[in-house]
Nanobody, 123 residues
Framework: QAQLVESGGGLAQGGGSLSLSCAASGRTFSNYAMGWFRQAPGKERSFIAA????????SYADSVKGRFTISRDITKNTVYLQMDNLKAEDTAVYYC????????????????WGQGTQVTVSS
């Protein structure tokens, strides 16, 4: 019943920007931390960013610090990922996830996952 749906992926040029959204439904996620992960072909799923359930605290992978920004609108049950200064290495399927109460950088800790949205960045 609970569902996360990503949107906003697509093709961007190097140095360009994309904005991803993750809309949650089926339940309120006000008590859940939210995260973004990505997976490129032949590579492991990796942590990108996370945001706390209420404090607004955020964390980022070193590879995206200063370029990506995670935010959320709890009243709308939506989390966002603003991606600026994109690089070819950012090409991957991007997933949003929800983890009850506590934030985490470990994908194994998350309870709900979206289906992913493809982001492709040309050099």
């Amino acid at each position: 019943q609970a569902q996360l749906v990503e949107s906003g992926g697509g093709l961007a040029q190097g140095g360009g920007s994309l904005s991803l959204s993750c809309a949650a439904s089926g339940r309120t996620f006000s008590n859940y931390a939210m995260g973004w992960f990505r997976q490129a072909p032949g590579k492991e799923r990796s942590f990108i960013a996370a945001i706390g359930r209420s404090s607004g605290s955020t964390s980022y992978a070193d590879s995206v610090k200063g370029r990506f920004t995670i935010s959320r609108d709890i009243t709308k049950n939506t989390v966002y990922l603003q991606m600026d200064n994109l690089k070819a290495e950012d090409t991957a399927v991007y997933y949003c996830a929800a983890r009850y109460y506590y934030s985490s950088t470990d994908w194994n800790d998350y309870d709900y996952w979206g289906q992913g949205t493809q982001v492709t960045v040309s050099s």
